[in-house]
């Protein structure tokens, strides 16, 4: 099974700031990786897929990159609604494997 | 407009059996392929199953040979048939929709499954 590590596990930060999230795969995937945003009590919400493109209607402020075993979600310019929890999913192989998440505070 | 609809959920204790059932609109099951993703209270997602518009089913180790999941085209909706529940089974059960090779651009509201005596 291919192991997603993601980091940091928490992070506080203000509105404005610039926040980043990393995830590493055990092995090369490619850019077989999405970008996950959950909300306490709802469903996760695509941000991100094939490693870097920003799904439709998702603002410009979050951005993907990476290829292979790393990848990095940034968010520019950190906004109010923002404030959740972050996962990663690599879907180049079965089992399907989500990052342990990060979830992100204000502080 | 994509809509998925999760119910079946509910208390059940351990070693039972429960049905959930995702009821779709706006597109069909069997033109894309779906899965189940489930979230432990407090943790993170853990993808299930996941079944291909040709029949193709996947399963997660810790369900392997204890879920089955399955659709039913007349009703356009998917199901994930869980047997010999485990108190580790207990988590809200969400089903998404792949389009594209692409997961999941579409999620259900999720169900909640609690398995205790």
């Known amino acids: 099974d291919i192991q997603m590590t993601q980091s940091p596990s928490s992070l506080s930060a203000s509105v404005g700031d610039r926040v980043t999230i990393t995830c590493r795969a055990s092995?090369?995937?490619?850019?077989?990786l999405g970008w996950y945003q959950q909300k306490p009590g709802k469903a996760p919400k695509r941000l991100i897929y094939a490693a870097s493109t920003l799904q439709s209607g998702v603002p410009s402020r979050f951005s993907g990159s990476g290829s292979g075993t790393e990848f990095t979600l940034t968010i520019s310019s950190l906004q109010p609604e923002d404030f959740a929890t972050y996962y990663c999913l690599q879907h180049y192989s079965y089992p399907l494997t989500f990052g342990g998440g990060t979830r992100v505070e204000i502080k | 407009e994509v809509q998925l609809v999760d119910s079946g959920g509910g208390l059940i204790q351990p070693g039972g059996s429960l049905r959930l059932s995702c009821a779709a609109s706006?597109?069909?099951?069997?033109?894309?392929?779906m899965s189940w993703v489930r979230q432990a209270p407090g943790k993170g997602l853990e993808w299930v199953s996941a079944?291909?518009?040709?029949?193709?089913?996947y399963y997660a180790g810790a369900v392997k040979g204890r879920f089955t999941i399955s659709r039913d085209n007349s009703e356009n909706t998917l199901y994930l048939e869980m047997n010999s529940l485990r108190s580790e089974d207990t988590a809200v059960y969400y089903c998404?929709?792949?389009?594209?090779?692409?997961?999941?651009?579409?999620w259900g509201q999720g169900t909640l499954v609690t398995v205790s005596s």
């Open positions: 092995q090369d995937i490619r850019d077989n």
């Open positions: 706006g597109f069909t099951v069997t033109s894309n392929y």
């Open positions: 079944l291909y518009a040709d029949g193709t089913a």
């Open positions: 998404a929709r792949v389009a594209g090779h692409l997961p999941f651009d579409y």
